[in-house]
């Protein structure tokens, strides 16, 4: 917030709502007190070291998931932790995490990986075709906003689908040349838009994708990548790319919007 200039809206939801018929007035009054006294303590720590810093805070009786969404509303960046309550914080993402990141209309980051000791060098977006220019102008802004360069990394899996495998493989070549010219276009917008900015556009094969991009999340500060959402699912839910990521990048992870844009796609 301090580097973008925006204001920041620190959030402590509880539930209380949900779970009325099981708490007494002493239980609300007391997950109250703890509440409102955690969003206190930390606006003063936050204040302290960020004065210029214009900061607003909520304590909210909804589930955290419904509060954050509802506080984010259409134009807000929603930033959520990694940590679960199952003792794998350097592991796994926390469902409440994972349920706000899936579910999330607007921009998302999940910081993580701070421990590390990731390189804040770059920042690193995932392309994967033209559907992605509004994921690659988000990463340039951010890299812009670090003054470090821009990495695009495009990573493709020939043996995606067991039913197209051998018709693949009969014109590998032409699909990746086909890969690499998009990237190259998405790469060329960028750097019209951005004359400033240092940008690399990089594609890669490899049969694991999400362990490619995870293991460049070594050498990033950031990463950006369109949060899309897994078909044949009923509700909201990440797709299998990004759901790993959110649970073992090195770095923090944002996620963008791009269900919107692949159902107007569709339609």
């Known amino acids: 917030a301090a580097r973008r200039g925006r204001?920041?809206?620190?959030?402590?939801?509880?539930?209380?709502?949900?779970?009325?018929?099981?708490?007494?007035?002493?239980?609300?009054?007391?997950?109250r007190r703890a509440g409102s006294e955690l969003?206190?303590?930390?606006?003063?720590?936050?204040?302290?070291?960020?004065?210029?810093?214009?900061?607003?805070?909520?304590?909210?009786?909804?589930?955290?998931?419904?509060a954050l969404h509802r506080a984010a509303g259409l134009h807000s960046t929603i930033v959520v932790g990694n940590r679960g309550l199952g003792g794998f914080n350097s592991l796994m993402l926390g469902s409440?995490?994972?349920?706000?990141?899936?579910?999330?209309?607007?921009?998302?980051i999940?910081?993580?990986?701070?421990?590390?000791?990731?390189?804040a060098g770059v920042v690193l977006a995932a392309v994967r075709d033209e559907l992605d220019l509004g994921c690659a102008r988000y990463a340039a802004r951010?890299?812009?906003?670090?003054?470090?360069s821009l990495r695009l990394l495009h990573v493709w899996n020939a043996l995606q689908s067991v039913g197209n495998v051998v018709s693949m493989l009969d014109?590998?070549?032409e699909i990746a040349d086909g890969y690499v010219e998009r990237l190259k276009a998405i790469a060329e917008e960028i750097r019209g838009e951005y004359p400033g900015l240092t940008?690399?556009?990089?594609?890669?094969?490899?049969?694991?994708?999400?362990?490619?991009?995870v293991e460049a999340s070594h050498h990033a500060g950031l990463l950006v990548m369109g949060g899309r959402r897994s078909p044949g699912y009923i509700g909201p839910s990440l797709g299998h790319?990004?759901?790993?990521?959110?649970?073992?990048?090195?770095?923090?992870?944002?996620?963008?919007?791009?269900?919107?844009?692949?159902?107007?796609?569709?339609?």
Do not use: W, Y
């Not at 909520?58 to 589930?63: A, G, H, L, V």
């Not at 999940?110 to 990731?118: H, K, L, M, N, Y």
């Not at 940008?199 to 991009?213: Q, T």
């Open 96 to 108: 409440v995490s994972l349920r706000t990141a899936a579910g999330a209309m607007t921009p998302l």
């Open 199 to 213: 940008v690399h556009a990089d594609a890669e094969k490899s049969i694991s994708v999400a362990g490619v991009l």
């Open 110 to 119: 999940v910081v993580r990986g701070v421990e590390d000791g990731a390189e």
């Open 142 to 148: 951010e890299a812009e906003l670090r003054k470090v």
């Open 39 to 66: 969003l206190e303590e930390t606006a003063a720590a936050i204040t302290a070291e960020h004065p210029e810093l214009h900061l607003t805070t909520e304590f909210s009786r909804s589930d955290p998931v419904t």
């Open 241 to 267: 790319i990004t759901h790993s990521l959110v649970h073992h990048a090195h770095c923090p992870v944002l996620l963008f919007p791009r269900h919107g844009q692949e159902l107007r796609r569709k339609s």
């Open 171 to 173: 014109n590998i070549e």
């Open 7 to 31: 204001p920041l809206h620190l959030v402590h939801a509880v539930d209380t709502d949900g779970r009325a018929f099981h708490l007494s007035a002493a239980s609300v009054e007391q997950v």
